[in-house]
């Protein structure tokens, strides 16, 4: 795997808000040919650089659904393979959008999208409260959401 440069940074930063940008598009910001933002653009791919490109679904179409922030803590004598299946069945459901391993009371941070109330009542059940690993959980369902982003931004110097 090749190493990461100035030019290289700059394209992950602007093809991490516009995934679809053309070549001529980005070279009008990073100062390379169309053609070499191209090859660049095609390396960073093929070298696991860029993890996926996605389509985020319109507001419109997600503004209804019930999201939740689901806070975890498993029995202090549960085996970490018991922990494991559990993030396992929860990374195997399409409601489950992230999983997070968190420091403090709580032990998982899981936000979860349903269509409804009963859908996520469903959803809790069989998840959380009849996993035996599963010593509490609890739930704050999401009001707004004010700004969702996966970007990050890089620097030069953040990679090796």
């Not at 930063?13 to 053609?35: F, G, I, K, W």
Request: hydrophobic share 50%.
């Amino acid at each position: 795997m090749g190493k990461l440069d100035a030019f290289d940074i700059q394209l992950l930063n602007l093809l991490q808000s516009d995934a679809l940008a053309t070549a001529e598009e980005l070279a009008r910001t990073v100062p390379l040919s169309a053609s070499a933002v191209t090859r660049r653009v095609r390396r960073l791919r093929s070298e696991a650089w860029i993890a996926a490109d996605v389509a985020v679904p319109a507001t419109r179409l997600t503004a209804r659904r019930l999201r939740a922030l689901v806070r975890v803590q498993v029995h202090e004598h549960a085996e970490e393979r018991g922990i494991a299946a559990l993030r396992a069945r929860l990374a195997d459901e399409d409601a489950v959008q992230m999983i997070l391993d968190v420091a403090g009371a709580d032990d998982l941070a899981i936000l979860i999208c349903a269509r409804d109330m009963a859908d996520y009542n469903a959803l809790a059940e069989r998840l959380f409260q009849q996993d035996p690993a599963v010593r509490r959980y609890e739930t704050s369902f999401i009001k707004r959401v004010h700004k969702q982003s996966a970007a990050v931004v890089l620097k030069p110097g953040d990679v090796d």
